[in-house]
């Protein structure tokens, strides 16, 4: 493949069964206009244009941009954007099922002149340096490759230089400056020179740079006299100290070159040097011992004019050359790769032409010497776009001379991402609290990963792993936006249905090959106090009114009736405080707001009435907090109850005595009726055979209802679809629950026993004792 042409692999996508592989190779000139042909594919595919629809056939590429696409109509390959050969790269073709390769070349298209590395190269050449001695140029870039790259130089008219073209290992171009004629500062201090970088496309195009020639000078002029001989007359009695006369002497050189001091040669006698004095600096002569003519007439005096210069000095500075220079590259880059090639050099002598170049330090790169004066500049630790995106390398040149010249040049290296890194969540686990009731749609939080990669290789996309709970799957319940991470509900939860869930959301980036992490997300259903309270006891049939009966007898702080209500919202929520909402007598009666637990205040009077009303609100703990009530009718009433239980008897036997009316008896007055009473009621005290280590005694307070239910320390529960509710209550309250068969009857006997005790009594009253044995009762 020649160097002017760049491949473009495009996948063109047929479903059908057959596996077939062909390539067809397409050329076009790059910038054509949009909706230019390139080639009729189902011609040269051998493919029915009329099924082109209908077996899917599309144009895959893998690119930012799409440049190239197929009408399914007359299987015509045409241009949908102008291609610039210089922004493309290649592409990797991909197919399913039936692949066609095809592949399409851009001829490069001399669109791009050469540029220089420097618009202006400042030399400094002594004007010793030997003929033939050459010095490096800036080179010129061009975009365009092939033949429209740079092809080869040209330097303006000069009779001192000309250049050599040189071939770098890339296949770049170059030039270097040679010096054909020995400079001569004094007649030429500076050369403009022009250089021109011509590339091979037709037409050509081209780019200069500036070369500015500076001669340094040496000291190759010696000082001169303007006269060889000087005559002057004096005067023998001219005083001391009078100017005789100002020798100049002048050097064309430049700096200490021409700097001039003067002194008497070995030819100049004692006498004569006794009697004039020489300024060193200045060359004048003055008049230093007294003159006489009689003793001499003539002094001859030589002058020696000595400038300053030196054979070697270090005037100049060092050369840098870079003459290869990769740039972008992949972050991913292997350590040991070459990525530039500069020379060095120095046109002095000894030490003066001894270089060292070197980069700063701290620098994942390194300098290898691989000829004389030539580096290569190699990558010596990993590369990290994420930590340094770009270097600037900067390149300098240091002679050995005293003091030492330097030069230097920076150049850029930019990295291109590579898909190197998981995209991260700020957090590894997300609690989020929802309210019951939400509104379906509610954004419920934001889940946002970041990826420090770029362009796509950053783009995220969100996704929710599926998981089942309960038959039904998460991407029901919740959705979460692909783009920014947005999680919403899906539905309005219910804390009394759902209370929590646990799933978790994968974050994946759009690299090659993607990259993912995922987060876990615990949901939690807050509760609202949205359910009031349930009564469930006493037992109601219809309504709300209760009807019980207590005995006229009951002692002050005896238990009459409990309520119990249940809640079934969260425990904050299903706090029950009870209220008497309306009672009869205030100072008959009082209320436990915690347990419900009605009692009386004093015992009966013949002033109170017999029926009483009490209206009970149970109503719990939220904001606004929600309630309910009951009506409980009381009748009093002349009779007494005794209960006996035995927790090893399974049955309970009791006996219902009618009352007594003493009146009656009183005014019968009969001996033989009190008899009658007294044999009944020995009869009856030996039928029973209580046991006396285990049976209770009467109870007074035992209440009987119009159904014949008995209430211990609790109120009557007849109604098994409120039992469990009732055990719940009394079990927090840290009792036992114990219901047992009555004989006659499909009755029941509920008591409350504080858990861990054998007896329990009631409060303040002598209330019927249920006897429970550890561990051996029956739970119903």
Request: net charge negative; aromatic share 8%; charged share 25%.
């Amino acid at each position: 493949m020649e160097s002017g042409i760049r491949y473009v692999l495009l996948a063109l996508l047929l479903i059908i069964r057959k596996i077939s592989t062909s390539v067809t190779h397409y050329s076009i000139p790059e910038e054509m206009k949009e909706g230019s042909v390139v080639a009729n594919l189902a011609t040269d595919l051998s493919l029915d244009v009329t099924t082109l629809n209908q077996r899917k056939m599309r144009l895959d590429i893998v690119a930012n941009k799409k440049y190239l696409d197929v009408n399914k109509e007359t299987g015509e390959l045409y241009i949908v954007d102008k291609i610039d050969r210089e922004n493309i790269c290649n592409f990797k073709s991909s197919a399913s099922l039936r692949i066609f390769n095809i592949e399409v070349e851009i001829l490069d298209m001399n669109d791009n002149a050469p540029q220089f590395r420097r618009d202006v190269n400042h030399l400094d050449i002594s004007e010793a340096t030997p003929k033939g001695e050459r010095f490096s140029l800036s080179n010129a870039v061009d975009p365009d490759v092939g033949t429209n790259s740079v092809k080869t130089y040209h330097l303006s008219e000069s009779e001192y230089f000309n250049i050599e073209i040189q071939t770098g290992r890339d296949g770049s171009k170059f030039a270097d400056l040679i010096l054909k004629k020995t400079l001569d500062r004094e007649q030429r201090a500076v050369h403009n020179l022009i250089l021109t970088a011509v590339d091979g496309g037709t037409p050509a195009r081209s780019g200069t740079a500036s070369v500015i020639v500076r001669v340094l000078d040496t000291n190759d002029n010696a000082p001169t006299f303007d006269k060889a001989i000087y005559n002057v007359n004096i005067m023998e009695n001219s005083p001391i100290g009078s100017l005789i006369i100002h020798l100049t002497a002048i050097d064309l050189d430049e700096g200490s070159n021409s700097d001039i001091t003067y002194s008497y040669s070995l030819y100049t006698s004692e006498k004569t040097q006794q009697t004039f004095n020489l300024n060193p600096s200045t060359g004048e002569i003055t008049v230093k011992g007294m003159l006489n003519y009689e003793d001499f007439r003539i002094y001859d005096m030589e002058v020696i004019a000595t400038d300053h210069g030196a054979n070697n000095m270090n005037d100049n500075h060092p050369e840098i050359s870079i003459k290869s220079f990769q740039t972008p590259v992949t972050e991913n880059i292997e350590v040991d790769t070459v990525i530039a090639v500069v020379s060095v050099g120095d046109k002095d002598s000894g030490d003066n032409g001894v270089v060292d170049l070197h980069i700063p330090d701290n620098m994942p790169f390194k300098l290898r010497e691989s000829s004389d004066n030539y580096y290569e500049l190699v990558v010596s630790e990993p590369l990290d776009r994420e930590k340094v995106p770009e270097y600037d390398i900067t390149f300098t040149v240091t002679d050995r001379g005293s003091p030492p010249l330097s030069d230097n040049e920076t150049m850029t290296l930019e990295l291109l991402d590579v898909n190197d890194n998981v995209p991260q969540f700020p957090r590894s686990f997300y609690t989020i609290r929802v309210t019951e009731n939400n509104a379906p749609g509610d954004l419920l939080s934001s889940l946002t990963a970041f990826d420090p990669d770029l362009h796509e290789n950053q783009y995220l996309v969100y996704f929710i792993i599926e998981k089942e709970i309960a038959n039904t799957s998460m991407s029901m319940l919740f959705s979460i936006n692909p783009e920014n991470g947005n999680l919403y509900a899906l539905k309005t939860f219910d804390y009394e249905i759902e209370k929590e869930f646990l799933f978790h959301i994968e974050a994946r980036d759009s690299g090659s090959p993607p990259l993912s992490s995922n987060v876990t997300v615990h949901i939690i259903i807050v509760d609202q106090n949205d359910n009031a309270p349930v009564i469930v006891s006493p037992w109601r049939a219809h309504g709300s009114v209760v009807d019980e009966k207590i005995p006229r007898s009951t002692d002050k702080g005896s238990l009459v009736a409990k309520v119990i209500a249940l809640d079934t919202d969260s425990v904050h929520n299903s706090r029950i405080t009870y209220q008497f909402l309306q009672v009869s007598d205030a100072t008959l009666f009082s209320l436990d707001q915690y347990n419900g637990e009605i009692r009386t205040m004093r015992m009966f009077s013949y002033r109170d009435q017999r029926h009483h009303r009490l209206v009970v609100v149970a109503k719990d703990n939220g904001d606004p907090a929600l309630s309910a009530t009951v009506t409980i009718k009381l009748s009093t009433v002349e009779t007494a109850v005794k209960a006996y239980s035995d927790m090893t008897e399974v049955p309970l036997e009791y006996d219902i005595f009618s009352d007594l009316n003493l009146y009656l008896v009183i005014g019968l007055g009969s001996v033989s009726f009190l008899l009658l009473i007294t044999i009944l009621v020995t009869i009856v005290l030996k039928c029973q055979k209580p046991k006396s280590s285990k049976a209770a005694p009467p109870c007074r307070n035992s209440v009987i209802s119009e159904r014949n239910s008995t209430v211990a320390d609790s109120t009557l529960v007849s109604n098994d679809a409120y039992w469990y509710s009732l055990f719940l209550a009394e079990t927090r309250k840290g009792k036992l629950v114990v219901r047992q068969p009555l004989p006659k009857g499909s009755r029941y006997i509920v008591s409350s026993i504080p858990r861990g005790t054998g007896l329990t009594d009631t409060s303040d009253s002598a209330a019927s004792t249920l006897q429970v044995r550890p561990k051996t009762f029956t739970v119903f």
